[in-house]
């Protein structure tokens, strides 16, 4: 069993930067995938990212690639997203998760075992 923390979010202006944390745990996590997700009124749920623990390989959404970054640290079982610039359609609950995979993509829901609470983050003009 893996248990997912989300903290971080807030409200912020336009153009601001924030770190979501996602804290990790219940079991290793060298073999696992974390991704990061986020829903906003009235839209599916959207991948944004991915990072394999194992390789700290990442896959960006081209929607936030450039903008969004995906980071961990080890000692803490936390993965971070780092986002910058932020504009108002970012404006969403933002979820961390966890996936067992290890190939292939990780751009489905549907791929992910186990989810955060998630986290709101509020970006106004």
């Known amino acids: 069993q893996v248990r997912l923390a989300e903290s971080g979010g807030g409200l912020v202006q336009a153009g601001d930067s924030l770190r979501l944390s996602c804290a990790a745990s219940?079991?290793?996590?060298?073999?696992?995938?974390m991704g990061w997700f986020r829903r906003a009124p009235g839209r599916q749920r959207e991948f944004l990212g991915a990072?394999?623990?194992?390789?700290?390989?990442?896959d960006y959404a081209d929607s936030v690639k450039g903008r969004f970054t995906i980071s961990k640290d080890n000692a803490k079982n936390t993965v971070y997203l780092q986002m910058n610039s932020l504009q108002l359609d970012d404006t969403a609950v933002y979820y961390c998760?966890?996936?067992?995979?290890?190939?292939?993509?990780?751009?489905?829901?549907?791929?992910?075992?186990?989810w955060g609470q998630g986290t709101q983050v509020t970006v106004s003009s």
């Open positions: 990072l394999r623990w194992s390789d700290s390989s990442t």
């Open positions: 998760a966890a996936s067992g995979r290890q190939s292939g993509t990780y751009r489905y829901t549907f791929l992910y075992d186990y």
């Open positions: 219940g079991r290793t996590f060298s073999d696992l995938t």
